[in-house]
């Protein structure tokens, strides 16, 4: 059974830095896709950033040159570093694996950007 948890969420001032990982347990090899997604309240799950086992990236227009997202095979890691975070940033993330057909999903952490 696969199993992603995520980390790095919080509440942080507009401006402000934040890094979420997410770390997955079970049966998962070199995923072909690793993501994060987000979801504020009222609003569907939207995408954020991916990136492929060949490290090609695709960014929500809105984030490009704040958001980078890599990722850690060996650890089975993906992670968003988050820069100049803005109040429309927050939402809840979830970080996606897809490998083998199959999508797994974290279970969300809160990033909330507020004074």
């Known amino acids: 059974q696969v199993q992603l948890v995520e980390s790095g969420g919080g509440l942080v001032q507009p401006g402000g830095s934040l890094r979420l990982s997410c770390t997955a347990s079970?049966?998962?090899?070199?995923?072909?896709?690793m993501g994060w997604y987000r979801q504020a309240p009222g609003n569907q799950r939207d995408l954020v950033a991916t990136?492929?086992?060949?490290?090609?990236?695709n960014y929500k227009d809105s984030v490009k040159g704040r958001f980078t997202i890599s990722r850690d095979n060996a650890k089975k890691t993906v992670y968003l570093q988050m820069n100049s975070l803005k109040p429309e940033d927050t939402a809840v993330y979830y970080c996606?694996?897809?490998?083998?057909?199959?999508?797994?999903w974290g279970q969300g952490t809160q990033v909330t950007v507020s004074s």
């Open positions: 079970g049966s998962i090899f070199n995923p072909n896709v």
């Open positions: 990136m492929t086992s060949s490290g090609r990236t």
């Open positions: 996606l694996f897809g490998s083998g057909g199959n999508n797994y």
